[in-house]
T-cell receptor, first 116, second 115 residues
Framework: NAGVMQNPRHLVRRRGQEARLRCSPMKGHSHVYWYRQLPEEGLKFMVYLQKENIIDESGMPKERFSAEFPKEGPSILRIQQVVRGDSAAYFC??????????????FGPGTRLTVL | AQRVTQPEKLLSVFKGAPVELKCNYSYSGSPELFWYVQYSRQRLQLLLRHISRESIKGFTADLNKGETSFHLKKPFAQEEDSAMYYCALIPFPNAGGTSYGKLTFGQGTILTVHP
């Protein structure tokens, strides 16, 4: 099992461009979480998705940010019209089907977004 | 809303010395507490969780509900323990489904173990 995959590992965008970050969960995992780590801060929850469903997006900025986890393919975190304040490390985590307790989340290596 | 505080951003000890990484939390219900570790150039990985009550790599952590703390301890630090450590919380039981599985992290503590 290759673990949670994220690509690209590094992404540079100019202000106003779009950023697309991809996350492939571990095999057999149907739950995906996205977290953001701003410089000098801890990881902050953004969104929790299951296949074709957004379960909790309470941590997502109201504008410009969206996420999806289609039936086929990776989960995508999309940031439109990026601004310098979006520069951060974005981490994806996956977990298996929840069985009544909070299952362990397995993290990807992260995507480091730099906005020029 | 829940909150996790790690008061020490940096912690340095010598090899063989005891180490304690502090973690305090605020949450009105019963949380599930975790310690995650990130070694240099590696991804974030789970070190231990309080419900397991196990010792991983010599580390232990006890949930103290009275003091709302979940400090990470190791009696004899090793150089390979040098890493970034994050304390994290998940509300439990399921708070209506909207916060299930959502980890709240502290800001992290960089542990350096000197030879």
């Amino acid at each position: 099992n290759a673990g949670v995959m994220q690509n690209p590992r590094h992404l540079v965008r100019r202000r106003g461009q779009e950023a697309r970050l991809r996350c492939s969960p571990m095999k057999g995992h149907s739950h995906v979480y996205w977290y953001r780590q701003l410089p000098e801060e801890g990881l902050k929850f953004m969104v929790y998705l299951q296949k074709e469903n957004i379960i909790d997006e309470s941590g997502m900025p109201k504008e410009r940010f969206s996420a999806e986890f289609p039936k086929e393919g990776p989960s995508i975190l999309r940031i439109q019209q990026v601004v310098r304040g979006d520069s951060a490390a974005y981490f994806c985590a996956s977990s298996p089907l929840l069985s009544g307790r909070a299952d362990t989340q397995y993290f990807g290596p992260g995507t480091r977004l730099t906005v020029l | 809303a829940q909150r996790v505080t790690q008061p020490e951003k940096l912690l340095s000890v010598f090899k063989g010395a005891p180490v304690e990484l502090k973690c305090n939390y605020s949450y009105s219900g019963s949380p599930e507490l975790f310690w995650y570790v990130q070694y240099s150039r590696q991804r974030l990985q789970l070190l231990l969780r309080h419900i397991s009550r196990e010792s991983i790599k010599g580390f232990t952590a006890d949930l103290n509900k009275g003091e709302t703390s979940f400090h990470l301890k190791k009696p004899f630090a090793q150089e390979e323990d040098s890493a970034m450590y994050y304390c994290a919380l998940i509300p439990f039981p399921n708070a209506g489904g909207t916060s299930y599985g959502k980890l709240t992290f502290g800001q992290g503590t960089i542990l350096t173990v000197h030879p």
